[in-house]
């Protein structure tokens, strides 16, 4: 190794270390260094850099700086603010710090340069040595993992000892002083020895490191990590002015004057002892103080005392419901069984009927009569299980299930909670709806009802549940197993026109703003609503219709305030337009091939006219009139009973090859199914092959079967009172539905003559002409 020495504007760099072969920008604010900078360039743009020992130094001497260095070209420099200047350099070559000249301006070093290529190695060290490297930093980049390729790939082209050793050092991201001591190793050995050791000791510090995270990961309580994050929170909380302590402490004020179960308490003041440890502003505390202002709010063992009086029952379900006799009698009845037991365990009852005919307000008579708080809940086309037992806290804008809502809403654990449009609840890839139901509707299980957000068993053996239901058919097996079913039927004409004049009248003069003495509305006016505006089982398009007379007769009395106004049926149409429907009528004389039927719908009974032509053909049955497939084949059980009593009647057993029957049931636009008009279809068909009349006031209702016998039908009542409305006089019914006569009004039996028949050839006598 060879001297050179020379003198060299230096200056000290803080904390940083620049090898050969780097390129490096820095920024020079020290006077006497910016000073050396402006000689250098002036001179042959090279400069002396060596680091400080102390960062700290603003005037280092040479005790302060390290005793190796290095020169640099000076590539650019660049002016920035407040005597700021950035310069970029390129590390040339080591120099060793002799001294300083004494130069008062800048920094002058006295240094001499080291002549590494005249460092001798044997060629197979050599090489051995740069292998030694390579694989060294290949272990680390294995361990550190953020290595780029292309790094790697320069690494291993490398042949020059001395320049990959300081290319490995100048990519390595460790301090300065680790960069130094490689600086300062004069003999390319100890050089060696110095990068090999760094990257080893690099390569075994960070696999500890890595081996402890794993370890402590594993090994740290989640409670301890819990309670240290909350310690270092509160701190924080307190230097940014937050405080939940008031909203913590008002809600263990609540929870001390809750009346609830022990265990409610207990989880609740775990609860609350978390939410005091959240910020405030944190979406965690947001759910949190929901969850506890839910559980306060819930009644748990708060309860209202029922009226047990079943005289002043009776006298509220007859003050606000005209009729339904057999529907407030079987009430009674389960109110009074309700009364004997003690924990209230009587069934569930569900009211069964037609829409609009007063089931949702039954339910509410009955909170009044019971002087119960009244809660309801639509079940029409829930399909997620969590409607009905909520959704868990750690979802967002989780909320508690709907039957625990009543409760909150009711603000007692005893409301009558009505569970309306029980039938339309349906189940998908959420879940079961009507499966949740169940526990809700067990007695033995809805005493610790899971609700999914509360997380703890909620009570509601004291609830009582009456669900409503337009059909049975829609209502799951195992949830009408759990109720009493209560028909309540469609309303008659005269039940109508009662309740339309006692209740709908004087509800929607009161609605509008109208007096009594202001709007008179006739009782033929009445009838005339009924029969020409409106069509439906219940009073809701009655209630509307009314509703639409008295905002026009509003409107005159708003102009003339001392004016009355009176509606009769001579003026009707003026306030309400044309009517809706044309009075429906049976047919005016005997025809061959049509015969009157009788069908019930969700919405009441209809009369269907079943039309049958024969016509020349290959022996088709054709239908149409959107029948369903029950109908269908119930008209093919009519037809083959028709062609096997065919021979009685002289008909040859080709006609039914060379002839085809057509079928036809009028308002073809609306849906029609069931096999309840098999005898209909069969007389009509008999009708049109053996061209008899079949007389027109006679109506009937029942399936056939392939031997003539008729089967019972339901919907008994809704269908006598459909062929009332329209006159006919004589209906035949199945034998089997004789029984239920005794449950149906005089008001609809009265006038009608209604045959049970037993075998299709007593229906063949009635409704053929003579």
Not at 241 to 254: I, L, P
Not at 492 to 516: C, D, M, P, R, Y
Request: hydrophobic share 35%; charged share 30%; glycine share 6%.
């Amino acid at each position: 190794m060879e001297e050179q020495i020379i003198n060299m504007p230096a200056v000290a760099l803080r904390g940083l270390t620049i090898l050969p072969g780097m390129i490096a920008h820095f920024d020079v604010s020290r006077e006497r260094s910016l000073r050396a900078i402006e000689e250098a360039m002036e001179q042959d743009q090279k400069i002396y850099l060596v680091t400080q020992k102390n960062v700290d130094r603003e005037d280092p001497t040479q005790e302060d700086l390290y005793q190796m260095g290095i020169v640099a070209d000076i590539k650019q420099v660049v002016r920035l603010q407040n005597d700021v200047v950035r310069i970029l350099v390129d590390g040339i070559s080591r120099a060793k710090l002799l001294g300083f000249t004494g130069c008062e301006k800048y920094l002058e070093a006295e240094i001499c340069y080291f002549d590494s290529n005249k460092d001798s190695l044997p060629e197979d060290l050599r090489e051995a040595m740069l292998l030694g490297v390579r694989e060294a930093f290949h272990r680390y980049a294995a361990v550190i993992g953020k290595i780029s390729k292309e790094l790697i790939r320069q690494i291993d082209q490398y042949e020059d000892l001395e320049k990959l050793i300081d290319y490995v050092t100048n990519n390595l991201p460790v301090s300065y002083e680790l960069k130094q001591q490689v600086l300062e190793a004069e003999d390319i050995n100890d050089r060696y020895q110095v990068i090999v050791s760094l990257l080893l000791s690099q390569v075994e510090v960070i696999s500890i490191k890595n081996e402890l995270q794993k370890k402590v990961k594993i090994r740290v309580d989640k409670h301890q990590k819990e309670y240290v994050l909350r310690e270092q929170l509160g701190v924080i909380r307190e230097e940014l002015g937050e405080n939940a302590d008031s909203e913590a402490d008002e809600y263990e004020k609540k929870l001390s004057e809750l009346d609830a179960p022990d265990y409610v308490k207990e989880k609740t003041k775990k609860e609350i002892k978390r939410f005091r440890n959240m910020s405030s502003s944190s979406s965690e505390s947001t759910v949190e103080r929901g969850y506890i202002e839910t559980v306060l709010e819930l009644p748990w063992n708060k309860m209202s005392v029922d009226n047990k009086d079943l005289d002043h029952a009776a006298q509220v379900l007859d003050d606000d419901h005209y009729g339904l006799k057999d529907v407030k009698e079987r009430i009674l009845e389960f109110l009074a069984v309700r009364n004997l037991t003690s924990k209230g365990e009587s069934p569930i009852i569900c009211l069964v009927g037609p829409p609009g005919t007063g089931k949702t307000s039954i339910a509410r008579s009955i909170a009044s009569a019971l002087e119960k708080k009244y809660v309801r809940i639509s079940l029409g086309g829930v399909r997620d299980e969590a409607e009905i037992r909520g959704h868990r806290k750690t979802y967002i804008g989780a909320m508690p299930g709907r039957i625990v809502n009543g409760l909150r809403q009711a603000g007692v654990s005893n409301p009558l909670m009505l569970l309306d449009e029980i039938d339309k609840v349906s189940s998908d890839y959420k879940g079961d709806t009507s499966a949740a139901l169940l526990e809700v509707l067990d007695s033995e299980q809805n005493c610790k009802f899971r609700d999914h957000y509360i997380e703890m068993p909620v009570d509601l053996s004291e609830v009582l549940f009456i669900a409503t239901a337009n059909e049975v058919s829609g209502i799951p097996k195992p949830l009408l197993d759990r109720m009493e079913l209560i028909e309540v039927s469609s309303y008659t004409e005269n039940e109508k026109f009662h309740i339309a004049k006692e209740h709908l009248v004087e509800k929607q003069k009161s609605k509008n703003g109208i007096k009594k003495e202001q709007l008179t509305i006739t009782d033929g006016a009445l009838k005339d609503i009924i029969r020409l505006y409106t069509r439906e089982a219940g009073v809701r398009s009655l209630e509307r219709t009314i509703g639409k007379l008295c905002r026009k007769a509003a409107r005159e009395i708003f102009k003339d305030s001392e004016a009355t106004v009176k509606v009769t049926k001579t003026n009707l149409k003026t306030y309400l337009g044309n009517p809706k429907y044309s009075p429906e009528k049976k047919n005016d004389h005997a025809e061959v091939g049509i015969v009157r039927g009788l069908a019930w719908t969700s919405v009441g009974g209809v009369t269907l006219e079943v039309e049958v032509n024969v016509l020349p053909g290959k022996g088709e049955l054709v239908l149409t009139g959107k029948l369903g497939d029950v109908m269908k084949e119930s008209a093919q059980a009519a037809l083959s009973y028709v062609r096997s009593i065919s021979e009685g009647y002289g008909i040859d057993a080709e006609f039914y090859t060379k002839h085809d029957i057509h079928i036809h049931i009028p308002e073809g636009a609306v849906p029609k199914d069931g096999p309840s008009a098999g005898i209909t279809m069969a007389t009509a068909m008999l009708s049109a092959i053996t061209d008899r009349a079949v007389r027109a006031d006679v109506a009937m209702t029942g399936e056939i079967t392939l031997r003539g016998r008729v089967l019972p039908i339901g919907g008994l009542k809704e269908k006598l009172l459909a062929a009332k409305v329209i006159g006919i006089k004589t209906v035949c019914i199945p034998n089997d539905n004789e029984k239920d006569l005794e449950e149906i009004s005089k008001e609809i039996t009265d006038g009608m003559e209604i045959v049970p028949v037993e075998k299709f050839s007593q229906v063949e006598k009635i409704a053929f002409v003579k």
